[in-house]
């Protein structure tokens, strides 16, 4: 247990540790808590219903109404993650990537300043590959390409209609007027056609006097410069990508998963200026400090943000 991994929160991660061994972890625990005297279990009782009870771990559809209550009491926020869970990211990604990037910040903003976050929204928007784009990326001009579909690629991605987006997004901020929610945070790491407008317009147009809500992207509050390492080169499931994922769930990442070198556009499904991604852009490269400044910048970035808004 020497080695044990955390996730992005700090908390150990279970999931990296075998199961006999996460038995015995979980056995020491509880045998620990059963010696101690009964004012150090009172207080450990106590302590441990505190923890529960504010929920700061805990995604809302988990929460008990007391918990959510007692989180938004804290601050009278909601982070709600908006970008699809089902999208081609290559090999070394997740295929939740976009999800799971939104989702973890909206989670680290609920811990740090109060409120709750939410498991995300599912919705992605996308278009037909242009002519333009098709050459780029090494297409034939009269292959039919929607979105991440690419041919070579084992998997399908999932994608919806704007008016779907827009209903199922109005659905979940309607549910969250009322109960002591004044900002709800609508947060986008997809880049799909259409995608950041719809969401944008959706903030807008659900405000209200008793409840902002903002339509926001998640690289809008990233603003390291070349000179601190970051590199905003490659675009789908390129280098940039890859430390943004490397940065908020770093234990979904396997770079094994992807060869050295050149990688070819086409059959990666990894997005570049080129339908040949130079070994210098190859994901594999990407560096661990600089995923760890991102992480910083960007909850740093957000937390101001929102103290700029708040009157």
């Not at 700090?10 to 009964?38: C, Q, T």
């Not at 700061?56 to 982070?79: C, L, N, T, V, W």
């Given at each position: 247990?020497?080695?044990?991994?955390?996730?992005?929160?700090?908390?150990?991660?279970?999931?990296?540790?075998?199961?006999?061994?996460?038995?015995?972890?979980?056995?020491?625990?509880?045998?620990?808590?059963?010696?101690?005297?009964?004012?150090?279990?009172?207080?450990?009782?106590?302590?441990e219903q505190e923890v529960l009870y504010s929920g700061h771990g805990k995604p809302f559809e988990e929460m008990r109404p007391g918990e959510i209550q007692d989180s938004i009491s804290r601050g009278p926020?909601?982070?709600?993650?908006?970008?699809?869970?089902?999208?081609?990211?290559?090999?070394?990604?997740?295929?939740?990537?976009?999800?799971?990037?939104?989702?973890?910040?909206?989670?680290?903003?609920?811990?740090?300043?109060?409120?709750?976050?939410?498991?995300?929204?599912?919705?992605?928007?996308?278009?037909?590959?242009?002519?333009?784009?098709?050459?780029?990326?090494?297409?034939?001009?009269?292959?039919?390409?929607?979105?991440?579909?690419?041919?070579?690629?084992?998997?399908?991605?999932?994608?919806?209609?704007?008016?779907?987006?827009?209903?199922?997004?109005?659905?979940?901020?309607?549910?969250?007027?009322?109960?002591?929610?004044?900002?709800?945070?609508?947060?986008?790491?997809?880049?799909?056609?259409?995608?950041?407008?719809?969401?944008?317009?959706?903030?807008?147009?659900?405000?209200?006097?008793?409840?902002?809500?903002?339509?926001?992207?998640?690289?809008?509050f990233n603003d390291l410069t070349q000179e601190e390492g970051f590199y905003g080169v490659g675009g789908h499931a390129g280098y940039s990508e890859t430390t943004w994922l490397m940065a908020f769930r770093p234990e979904l990442l396997d770079l094994t998963r992807i060869d050295p070198g050149e990688l070819s556009?086409?059959?990666?499904?990894?997005?570049?200026?080129?339908?040949?991604?130079?070994?210098?852009?190859?994901?594999?490269?990407?560096?661990?400090?600089?995923?760890?400044?991102?992480?910083?910048?960007?909850?740093?970035?957000?937390?101001?943000?929102?103290?700029?808004?708040?009157?």
């Amino acid at each position: 247990m020497e080695n044990l991994k955390e996730n992005v929160a700090g908390y150990p991660d279970m999931n990296h540790v075998p199961e006999s061994h996460r038995r015995g972890f979980l056995k020491k625990i509880a045998l620990g808590i059963a010696f101690l005297s009964p004012l150090s279990r009172m207080s450990a009782k106590k302590s441990e219903q505190e923890v529960l009870y504010s929920g700061h771990g805990k995604p809302f559809e988990e929460m008990r109404p007391g918990e959510i209550q007692d989180s938004i009491s804290r601050g009278p926020y909601a982070f709600v993650p908006v970008s699809p869970m089902i999208e081609w990211h290559s090999f070394h990604l997740p295929i939740g990537t976009d999800a799971l990037i939104a989702e973890a910040i909206c989670r680290l903003m609920a811990e740090k300043l109060g409120g709750v976050w939410f498991r995300p929204l599912s919705l992605g928007l996308d278009s037909w590959r242009n002519d333009e784009q098709k050459q780029r990326w090494g297409f034939k001009p009269e292959e039919e390409v929607f979105g991440m579909n690419f041919p070579d690629v084992p998997l399908k991605s999932e994608y919806c209609q704007v008016d779907d987006l827009k209903t199922i997004v109005r659905n979940r901020v309607e549910a969250l007027r009322g109960i002591g929610v004044k900002h709800v945070f609508l947060l986008n790491h997809h880049g799909g056609k259409g995608q950041i407008p719809a969401i944008e317009q959706l903030g807008k147009e659900l405000s209200d006097v008793n409840m902002k809500v903002h339509g926001l992207k998640t690289y809008q509050f990233n603003d390291l410069t070349q000179e601190e390492g970051f590199y905003g080169v490659g675009g789908h499931a390129g280098y940039s990508e890859t430390t943004w994922l490397m940065a908020f769930r770093p234990e979904l990442l396997d770079l094994t998963r992807i060869d050295p070198g050149e990688l070819s556009v086409r059959n990666t499904g990894i997005l570049h200026d080129k339908p040949v991604i130079e070994e210098k852009w190859n994901p594999g490269n990407v560096s661990s400090l600089v995923a760890n400044r991102l992480r910083l910048r960007v909850i740093a970035n957000f937390s101001t943000y929102i103290s700029s808004i708040i009157i």
